[in-house]
């Protein structure tokens, strides 16, 4: 059964440090993506970063890298030199690319971010 | 801003009535998905449009709700006799290629 684990409810960072956010997933699909959402108080979902299942690099997007394990089946997401703005929740989610030809989202609980100044 | 638009953006009814929301994607994107977020969760996904055919439902959505997505544009979400169980912020996402874009949801409280 597809899932998404994400054990850490709450994170703390100091501003301009790094930190690493964790995520697992399971999967029996052999083709899948991973991503990574940051969601403010305000509500809205933005994407921040995808990484697919036979990428041989880990993706990266500006501050944003995600740490790709394929054999552990951990997809971490590090953010460095972390802002102020970066305190909201984090979600990781996964989409398998066989099994699932809609292509819908399966979300972890999330971690909550706060960046101390 | 992604460019996906919901309304209205909060919605407070009473228990028993009927709502409807709207989720007004980017005309061009073709994959139309509804999810719904409760406190505290990650969002969950309802059901799926590809252009007005509607191809898959969650077992999340009961006989209560119905989705449509007339001539493969805009698309509704009613849910019908509320219940508390309801309140929920309810996205809105449409697809291109690997990545998914949400609107800003729309907030529905049942009291």
């Known amino acids: 059964a597809q899932k998404i684990t994400q054990t850490q409810p709450g994170m703390f960072v100091q501003e301009k440090e790094a930190v690493t956010l964790d995520c697992t997933y399971d999967?029996?699909?052999?083709?899948?993506?991973l991503f990574w959402y940051k969601q403010p108080s305000s509500g809205e979902m933005i994407f921040l970063i995808y990484?697919?299942?036979?990428?041989?690099q880990n993706a990266t997007e500006g501050r944003y890298s995600l740490n790709f394990q394929k054999a552990r089946k951990s997809a971490n997401l590090v953010i460095s030199a972390s802002q102020l703005g970066d305190s909201a929740m984090y979600f990781c989610?996964?989409?398998?690319?066989?099994?699932?030809?809609?292509?819908?989202?399966?979300f972890g609980q999330g971690t909550e971010l706060s960046v101390k100044p | 801003d992604t460019g996906v638009s919901q309304n209205p953006r909060h919605k407070i009814t009473k228990r028993g009535q009927n709502v409807t929301f709207r989720c007004d994607p980017i005309s061009e994107h073709n994959r139309l998905y509804w999810y719904r977020q409760t406190l505290g969760q990650g969002p969950e996904f309802l059901t799926y449009?590809?252009?007005?055919?509607?191809?898959?439902k969650s077992r999340l959505l009961s006989d209560r709700f119905s989705a449509e997505r007339p001539k493969g544009s805009f698309s509704t979400l009613e849910i019908q006799r509320t219940e508390q169980g309801d309140s929920a912020m309810y996205l809105c996402?449409?697809?291109?290629?690997?990545?998914?874009?949400f609107g800003p949801g729309t907030r529905l409280t049942v009291l």
């Open positions: 996402a449409t697809r291109v290629g690997d990545e998914q874009f």
């Open positions: 989610a996964m989409r398998e690319l066989i099994y699932n030809q809609g292509g819908k989202l399966i």
């Open positions: 449009f590809q252009n007005e055919a509607q191809l898959e």
């Open positions: 999967t029996s699909d052999q083709s899948y993506g």
């Open positions: 990484q697919g299942s036979y990428d041989e």
